[in-house]
């Protein structure tokens, strides 16, 4: 089975740190994905890649930065923490180029206060 | 931006009844996909359904797709109390490429009473 885990299940942060969210997956997909998941707004891409050092801005990138070192570990990057970023954020994987769907992990909840 | 428009955005049936959700989308597809959540957790994919398909079943899913109307169901029949989940429909898009990006919708919330 494929595997998405993602480095923490709860995180409170203060304004103005400097985040980081670890994903992982253990199934060799090119493509990974972060999204963010706010009531009445559904899944909103936020980065995705498509290989390592890839990256592609998705509908929300402002305020967010992705590195993909390895095949395996997409990072997300809250370069600067604002109370409006407070919101459950979401990894994604999926291999290339005729599987489609996505293998999602559990998801990181993210307050900042 | 957001592709998908989900109806109704709740849902609370019996146990034993069937469910049926709607998926609209504005743009050319390739494929569309159904997903669920359980509270607090991550997407797990139910069923994709191509373009050129009108209909598919996994088990208690039937899934339609009307591409001239732009817009899908999902039905889940003779439904459990661990059905209770959120329910997504997403979008492959026309043009995305090999990206894999998908569009979700905002989700219709089942509630399925013992």
């Known amino acids: 089975d494929v595997k998405v885990t993602q480095s923490s299940r709860y995180l409170v942060k203060r304004t103005g740190e400097k985040v980081f969210l670890e994903c992982v997956q253990d199934?060799?997909?090119?493509?990974m994905f972060w999204y963010r998941q706010d009531p009445g707004l559904g899944l909103r891409l936020i980065y995705f890649?498509?290989?390592?050092?890839?990256?592609e801005k998705g509908d929300i990138p402002e305020g967010y930065s992705v590195s993909r070192e390895k095949k395996e570990r997409f990072s997300l990057i809250l370069e600067s923490a604002s109370t409006n970023q407070t919101s459950m954020y979401l990894c994604?994987?999926?291999?290339?180029?005729?599987?489609?769907?996505?293998?999602f992990g559990p998801g990181t909840r993210l307050t900042v206060t | 931006s957001q592709q998908g428009e989900e109806d109704p955005q709740a849902l609370s049936i019996q146990e034993g009844e069937n469910a049926t959700m709607n998926c609209s989308y504005k743009?050319?597809?390739?494929?569309l996909q159904w997903y669920r959540q359980n509270s607090g957790r991550g997407l797990v994919h139910l069923i994709l359904?191509?373009?050129?398909?009108r209909e598919k079943h996994s088990g208690r899913l039937r899934v339609t797709l009307d591409t001239s109307k732009k817009s899908s169901s999902l039905l889940i029949t003779a439904s459990r109390a661990a059905d209770t989940a959120s329910y997504f429909c997403?979008?492959?898009?026309?043009?995305?490429?090999?990206?894999?990006?998908?569009?979700f919708g905002q989700g219709t919330t089942l509630q399925v009473k013992p």
């Open positions: 199934m060799d997909h090119e493509n």
């Open positions: 997403a979008t492959d898009p026309h043009g995305s490429g090999n990206t894999g990006k998908l569009i």
């Open positions: 994604a994987s999926k291999s290339h180029p005729t599987i489609y769907e996505q293998y």
């Open positions: 890649s498509y290989d390592v050092k890839m990256k």
């Open positions: 743009t050319s597809i390739n494929n």
């Open positions: 359904i191509r373009s050129n398909e």
